[in-house]
C-alpha cells in the first residue's frame, strides 16, 4: 500500500516563506515521479511542479517559476516544495502526488498521478 502525507501549510504574510514536505509509505520512492498541485476556492485544480526520479529533472509552473523549489530525499522518502516570495494568490490546498513509475518526466499530466496525499492549507494574508 502506497500512501503519501503533506506537512507544512500555514498562514503566511505576502513576501514571507514556507517548506512542504511529502512523506511516501511505500518502497518504489525512488522510482517515482513526485508532483505538487494545488486547488484555491473557487478554481480547478492545478499543477505547480514536478520532480523526476533523476533529481535534476524539475518542472514548474511559469507561476511559480523562480519562487518555488521542488527537490527530493529519496534515503528518507520524503519531496519537498520550497516557496519563497508568497503571494495571496498562492493561497490554497497543496497536494503531492506520485505515478509510482520510472518513466522519464516530461510534463506533469494530472491524470498519470495515481497516489495523493491529503493535502495542507496554504493562507498567504496581510
Known amino acids: 500500500q502506497v500512501q503519501l502525507a503533506e506537512s507544512g501549510g500555514g498562514l503566511v504574510h505576502p513576501g514571507g516563506s514556507l517548506n512542504l514536505s511529502c512523506t511516501y509509505s511505500?518502497?518504489?520512492?525512488?522510482?517515482?515521479?513526485v508532483a505538487w498541485f494545488r486547488q484555491a476556492p473557487g478554481k480547478e485544480r492545478e499543477v505547480v511542479a514536478g520532480i523526476g526520479t533523476t533529481a535534476g529533472n524539475k518542472k514548474y509552473a511559469t507561476s511559480v517559476q523562480g519562487r518555488f523549489t521542488v527537490s527530493r530525499d529519496n534515503s528518507n522518502k520524503t519531496a519537498y516544495l520550497q516557496m519563497n516570495s508568497l503571494k495571496p494568490e498562492d493561497t490554497a490546498v497543496y497536494y503531492c502526488?506520485?505515478?509510482?513509475?520510472?518513466?522519464?518526466?516530461?510534463?506533469?499530466?494530472?491524470?498519470?498521478?495515481?497516489?495523493w496525499g491529503q493535502g495542507t492549507q496554504v493562507t498567504v494574508s496581510s
Open positions: 502526488a506520485s505515478d509510482s513509475t520510472s518513466t522519464t518526466l516530461v510534463r506533469v499530466v494530472e491524470s498519470e498521478y495515481e497516489y
Open positions: 511505500g518502497n518504489i520512492f525512488s522510482g517515482s515521479n
